[in-house]
């Protein structure tokens, strides 16, 4: 391996110049990926052997002074110059992150990559829902329907997917790319199970403002027998990471973010306080929970709603 | 004649042989009055020994061999039940609970089955009379019943012995360097490589949790997780202070070193076995402090972790996702709280019972590795093994033989509680 940290060395010189954040690291997540290590740890062994180059290799039995072929170095160049010129965010460069029980999950620009904090919020959900479906014991658990505001790759709802393997998640997305996406991912997490008709996931494209059954005119609900499509709600739970940035804080984000990330996921409207979208998602809160069509705007129990808000 | 001989038969055989046909009520002798007996002696000793295998299972051994049947056969009538078969989770368990004592029903029902044959072969023996023949025919399967049941009862013994509870999990492996410097980062290294080539020999799995390299090679420490078959029953006999006498691979002058390394076996465990109390915990993040969320996209997500009441820290930086380096941060904490507590109860155990051998708590020095001499010495069994066997990772045998001494040592205080 020593040529492969020598170069892997001389691109984090060429980061340091530029400043690249992180250039260590994104040098060794380019380096596994192009040398198609592990995906989730082999980019950790690579750091080991640039801060220690006579180290034993712990795991993998490649010899030590492996060499790039030229297919490899001229990749591995190519992605290190993307990243440096234009700070390319390394999820896309790589196409694809793990995202807490989820692993090897695709993205592409401009889908927001996800978050440490979300993995977090995912996981609060999980032991709510543990708690709750805990009391149920060992019968029939009961119906799930989980709702993802602004689902993005998809990865908070393919997340509580995989983890309540009875749950029916529904997604939406202001974005084509983003239901499309989603839907990807949703085909690669839950393709191992037997699917009936109506698979578990489903990726819709509307914004949370139009996830609606009231007519816009006429603000009363749409009849049973409208000939326009109804959407069907009784959402147990409704989970968002919303955008909510200030829009006056747009511009101080860090370049990576800035000029490679969905601004429509990041900013949270026109408003000052950055909460429009937040407003519009608590406002549609009482009719997507609601256990059935309601004409008036009263929540139902069983509603809970998770926002990751700073 | 025939070697030694145990027990009721044996000295029945032996007086019958001399004095004449008597009946074999008369010598119900219990465990405590058996002794080995030579059979060119006619009387009984009735002396104890640290080695006695009775041939008779005495009447409280039979009633919890019977009572260990009964639950088996219970389970097994479970099995056929219908609710139990829609339920995966309930068949495992009892499929398991019923494992663990299969060996020892089955060789409780052959013993018992040969009890049987012997009593037939003794009536046999007596209605026999002056016919030698007919004698001989009954006395060698009577002999031959009387091993079968002593083989059965030895077998019997050992599996009765109380188990390890956590024999069967699998573990995390700590190596850490010790005195040496670098030689003994090396040689971490060097154990680890030997440890890795036995895990993949008998099919188990390996991962790297955590590693910290030396800089001239090796590790100055190194953490594995373990995965296979009664993991921890093996590789527990692993767990002290390992030295190794030779020339180092740094050394200009071809003087020769002495160096350690340590290793510590940690079972699996969960929220059962060990309780963290979160206050107890920091767990501090890349972004723990500054902005996060939205505004920024880092990669990193490395996790620090600081149990207060030990202090005892985890550095956890090796996976893309960042929970799942916490999660892996907490299950050594975990594994770590867990060992100290198993070592200091075996210790408290084998101060009590004056037992000599038991798993190594972290600063027993258990084996030299001699360079020069091609020899690795284990200090607890007090025997030499070849060097190369144990550097191509032929550790087995090692290993059998502290299992076999620690079996010996249960045995033994087993009888001797019972002779009290």
């Not at chain 1, 989820?102 to 993205?107: M, T, W």
């Not at chain 1, 429509?264 to 409207?269: E, P, R, V, Y």
């Not at chain 2, 409280?60 to 039940?81: A, K, P, V």
């Not at chain 2, 941060?329 to 000599?356: F, H, N, P, S």
Request: with cysteine.
């Amino acid at each position: 391996y020593t040529s492969t940290s020598t170069s892997s060395a001389n691109t984090d010189q060429t980061k340091d110049v530029v400043g690249v954040p992180e250039a260590e690291l994104s040098a060794c997540h380019l380096l596994a990926h192009v040398l198609q290590l592990p995906p989730s740890n082999g980019f950790s062994l690579l750091l080991e052997l640039l801060h220690h180059p006579s180290s034993s290799h712990p795991l993998h039995d490649l010899p030590a002074d492996a060499r790039l072929t030229a297919d490899q170095a001229r990749h591995f160049q190519e992605l290190c110059t993307r990243r440096a010129s234009t700070l390319e965010p390394l999820q896309y460069l790589v196409q694809s992150w793990d995202f807490y029980n989820l692993e090897n999950i695709k993205l592409r620009a401009p889908i927001l990559c996800p978050r440490p904090e979300t993995e977090e919020l995912v996981d609060w959900v999980v032991q709510d829902l543990r708690r709750e479906l805990g009391r149920y014991g060992g019968e029939e658990q009961p119906p799930l329907r989980l709702l993802d505001v602004g689902c993005g790759s998809g990865v908070i709802g393919l997340s509580l997917a995989k983890e309540f393997p009875h749950a029916e998640i529904v997604g939406i997305d202001s974005s084509e790319i983003a239901v499309e996406l989603s839907t990807e991912n949703a085909q690669l997490v839950l393709n191992t199970e037997h699917e009936s008709a109506t698979p578990r996931y489903q990726a819709l494209h509307v914004p949370a403002s139009h996830y609606t059954n009231v007519d816009a005119n006429t603000h009363v609900q749409l009849p049973t027998d409208a000939p326009q499509e109804r959407y069907r709600f009784g959402f147990h739970h409704v989970i968002a990471n919303p955008p909510y940035i200030p829009p006056s804080d747009m511009k101080s984000l860090s370049p990576d973010v800035l000029h490679h990330e969905d601004h429509n996921a990041l900013c949270g409207g026109v408003s000052a306080d950055g909460l429009d979208i937040v407003r519009e998602i608590v406002a549609r809160l009482p009719e997507w929970t609601a256990s059935e069509p309601q004409a008036d705007a009263d929540a139902d129990t069983g509603d809970g709603i998770a926002a990751d808000i700073y | 004649m025939m070697g030694k001989m145990y027990g009721v038969a044996a000295s029945a055989l032996a007086l019958l042989a001399t004095i004449g046909p008597l009946s074999v009520e008369s010598f119900a002798f219990t465990r405590n009055s058996i002794s080995p007996l030579d059979t060119t002696t006619t009387s009984n000793r009735l002396s104890t020994t640290t080695s006695t295998l009775s041939m008779v299972l005495d009447e409280q051994m039979e009633n919890r061999l019977s009572g260990i049947r009964r639950s088996f056969m219970t389970l097994t009538e479970r099995l056929g039940d219908p609710d139990v078969l829609a339920d995966s989770n309930l068949l495992m368990s009892i499929m398991k609970d019923r494992s663990k004592s299969e060996g020892i029903v089955t060789n409780f029902d052959e013993y018992m089955g040969h009890k049987e044959e012997l009593e037939g072969a003794t009536e046999l023996f007596q209605e026999a009379g002056d016919d030698p023949e007919m004698r001989e025919m009954a006395r060698s399967e009577m002999k031959e019943l009387e091993q079968k049941m002593a083989d059965l009862e030895a077998n019997l013994k050992v599996l009765m012995l109380p188990k390890d509870p956590n024999d069967d999990r699998n573990v995390m492996i700590e190596i850490r360097a010790g005195t040496g410097g670098s030689e003994a980062n090396i040689f971490a290294g060097d154990l680890l490589d030997v440890y890795r080539k036995y895990i993949t020999s008998l099919g188990w799995k390996v991962s790297i949790i955590d590693s910290s390299a030396g800089d001239d090679g090796g590790f100055k420490n190194v953490v594995l997780d373990v995965k296979g078959d009664m993991v921890y029953s093996r590789f527990k006999w692993e767990a002290g202070v390992h030295r190794v006498q030779r020339v180092p691979a740094t050394e200009t002058q071809g003087r020769v070193h002495t160096s350690t390394a340590t290793v510590a076996v940690m079972p699996e465990c969960d929220e059962l076995d060990i309780k963290v109390d979160p206050q107890d915990i920091t767990m501090s993040t890349m972004r723990s402090g500054g902005a996060g969320g939205q505004n920024v996209n880092k990669v990193e997500t490395a996790v620090d972790l600081l149990h207060k009441p030990t202090g005892i820290r985890i550095k956890c930086t090796q996976e893309r996702s960042q929970l799942k380096n916490k999660d892996l941060a907490m299950k050594m904490l975990m594994a770590k709280l867990y060992e100290i507590e198993v070592v200091q109860r075996e210790a408290d155990e084998r101060e009590k019972r004056g037992a000599q051998i038991g798993t190594g708590g972290r600063s027993e020095k258990i084996r030299t590795y001699n360079w020069k001499d091609s020899r690795c010495s284990d200090h607890r069994l007090g025997q030499n093994f070849p060097l190369a066997q144990f550097l191509s990772a032929d550790i087995g045998p090692i290993q059998d033989a502290m299992i076999a001494r620690d079996q010996e040592e249960s045995l033994r205080l087993m009888t001797e509680e019972q002779m009290k």
